[in-house]
């Protein structure tokens, strides 16, 4: 018997430390803003548990317990001068058996909180990380992990992971890219469409086929030192239907509609609309996109404080350049308000763009900082992305110019810029992985596709590009996700055409990435796009021009969407070219006179920098 009692004795804290399967944060820092932490502690039986912290620089504030036994929330403060190191939390059962667990504090990486996030002197280049470059083929299917690689479906999972977009820094930073926007890399054990990244099943954990949390901290710190920083893809909406939540969730109103599979009505202008009812409210925030996403509840305060904490941990544990929000008006707003606050607070300088789909300006600025919002609401999300822009440029060069066609759509899209608290920090662009590709919408038409480039990277705001597009990626029109997100040339062993060498590549290619690659190599050079004003004309005899200046720099761009040369007379543009002598085109290099006006050819972008 006494040899009974011993052997108890010995296993019941081992046993108990088993319960305790998961903490998430699973680590955190010293010195942030807020004090405060909240830990979500998972396992057998643990909401049964006694929680008590033993250190000077610690306070525990509140234990939740919840609908679930498996669950303990744990409130802790923080004292100002705690400096980090392991703080020992012990866990006590019913029969006073005991288990210390050692919580790791880390030291913050010095000017952490100063960090500087993307702005209009970037180039954003997205990326789907599985169809980009396979630098590790022993981890393109990995035991549990639910799908395997399958190159030869469009929908599949290909191989490309975190070691390719390493190994390809130097091509990213050679075209002129300086940030990345990687499509979400955290784990996603879904059945089907894993490759996408967009239905997480673990927050704190990044994909294994994509490789380790430590290789997408690498990323980040080996493209800082390639002038290339890096952008997440945060989804606050929804989780995947395979999360580890989902087996036991932590309450019962941790999901909308306690669960149950309500799709979204997508009726994004309920949220401000000042007739509308709750019920078309409740039905566009709360319904969910597909029944594999399922919503979450943010309106639950233990939802959304992990959420926050979960965004602050990879902005500080991988050094991030930035952020960027799925679907983000499907969000609750209050917890937009909240967890965008939250995040700017303790980064002042970092910046956020926000995902909402909607081509009427009206819905697109309600959500940016500063908005004087008529229902009193408070944002501060620093940007949006302009998909009113995109809708107009892509229309635009799709149409033959006429008085009410062509690029007066794009103009009239910047005359809405009155609506927006700070139009120059939008994200522009003309696609993205939810778009048909660029060049097969200008059907293969490699002058309106530089245009849309020449534009991009010159005009107000911040420019988003889609990687492949420099290498004219085609697709069908309409939407067909698996063949918009194609694998980039060269990324495989034994691919044929390779882009990151210029092997293979046919003479169109060559010339639209030279042509890319020598826009965003000047843009680096410009302080009229990256700070300047912007003044522009309507279009005339189908020719849009803008200026970009400053009080010591002007750059004219001059866009000709017809077939036919033309000229701009000093007369007409004298506000623009007042006091100019010369004109350089930044692509041809050449220069011209000023004093004559200025050629330009047939269906063409024409950039200047112009000279007294």
């Known amino acids: 018997m006494k040899a009974i009692l011993v052997f108890l004795v010995l296993l019941s804290p081992l046993t108990l430390a088993q319960s305790i399967e998961r903490i998430d944060p699973p680590f955190w820092w010293a010195g942030m803003a807020s004090a405060r932490l909240q830990l979500m502690v998972h396992g057998d039986r643990v909401g049964e548990l006694d929680v008590t912290v033993d250190h000077a620089g610690i306070r525990l504030d509140t234990v939740h317990r919840v609908d679930s036994p498996h669950y303990l929330f744990v409130d802790l403060t923080l004292s100002n001068d705690f400096d980090g190191g392991t703080v020992p939390l012990t866990f006590t059962d019913g029969d006073n058996r005991t288990f210390v667990h050692d919580y790791a504090f880390r030291t913050r990486r010095k ?5 500087r996030g993307f702005d209009t002197t970037d180039a954003i280049y997205l990326i789907t990380p599985d169809r980009f470059a396979n630098g590790n083929p022993g981890n393109d299917s990995v035991p549990g992990m639910l799908e395997k690689v399958d190159r030869s479906r469009s929908v599949g999972r290909h191989g490309g992971d975190l070691a390719g977009m390493t190994e390809h820094l130097k091509y990213i930073a050679d075209m002129g890219f300086t940030a990345i926007w990687p499509t979400p890399m955290l784990e996603n054990n879904q059945a089907e469409y894993s490759y996408h990244g967009y239905s997480i099943t673990d927050h704190y954990r990044i994909d294994p086929r994509f490789g380790r949390n430590a290789d997408y ?36 109103d941790w999901l909308n509609y306690q669960g149950n599979f309500e799709p979204t009505t997508h009726y994004r202008t309920s949220v401000q609309d000042p007739y509308a009812t709750d019920i078309d409210q409740r039905e566009f925030e709360g319904g969910w996109f597909v029944e594999s ?35 983000y008006s499907y969000s609750d707003k209050d917890f937009l308000s909240d967890w965008t606050r939250r995040i700017m607070e303790e980064y002042p300088n970092f910046n956020i763009v926000g995902e909402e789909w909607s081509t009427n300006p009206n819905v697109v600025s309600y959500w940016q900082r500063g908005k004087d919002n008529r229902d009193g609401y408070v944002s501060y999300l620093p940007s949006v992305m302009d998909f009113p822009l995109y809708d107009s440029l892509r229309t635009a060069l799709t149409e033959e110019e006429a008085w009410n066609r062509g690029f007066i759509r794009v103009y009239e899209s910047l005359a809405d810029d009155n609506l927006y608290p700070d139009p120059m920090s939008l994200v522009i662009f003309a696609e993205n992985h939810d778009t048909s590709r660029l060049y097969s919408l200008f059907d293969e038409d ?40 194609s694998d980039f040339p060269g990324g495989w062993p034994g691919d044929t055409r390779n882009g990151f060498t210029g092997k293979g590549l046919s003479e169109p290619q060559r010339q639209a990435q030279s042509y890319l690659q020598t826009l965003l190599q000047w843009r680096q050079t410009s302080d009229a796009v990256h700070n300047g004003k912007l003044l522009h004309y309507a279009p005339h005899h189908g020719v849009y021009v803008y200026l970009r200046y400053t009080k010591e720099e002007r750059v004219l761009v ?26 350089t085109d930044v692509i041809r290099k050449v220069s011209q006179s000023v004093e004559d006006g200025l050629a330009l050819e047939p269906m063409s972008a024409h950039i200047f920098e112009l000279k007294h």
């Open 111 to 115: 000017g952490s909180a100063e960090r």
């Open 217 to 252: 901290r690498q990323l980040s710190l080996e493209g800082q030192r390639a002038g290339v920083g890096l952008i997440q893809d945060v989804i606050l909406n929804h989780i995947g239907s395979n999360h580890w939540w989902m087996d036991d969730l932590p309450t019962n």
């Open 293 to 327: 996403m399922p919503d979450l509840n943010q309106r639950n305060p233990l939802v959304a404080n992990y959420l926050i904490q979960n965004t602050l941990w990879w902005i500080e544990y991988a050094d991030l350049y930035g952020i960027r929000t799925d679907t």
């Open 558 to 583: 001059a866009i000709n969407h017809s077939d036919q040369k033309q000229h701009l007379s000093t007369d007409r543009y004298s506000q623009a070219l007042s006091n100019a002598v010369t004109a």
């Open 446 to 485: 490699l002058d309106r596709f530089n245009i849309a480039m020449s534009l991009l990277a010159t005009m107000r705001g911040i420019p988003q590009f889609f990687y492949g597009s420099e290498l004219l990626a085609t697709s069908p029109k309409t939407r067909d996700d698996g063949a918009v997100r």
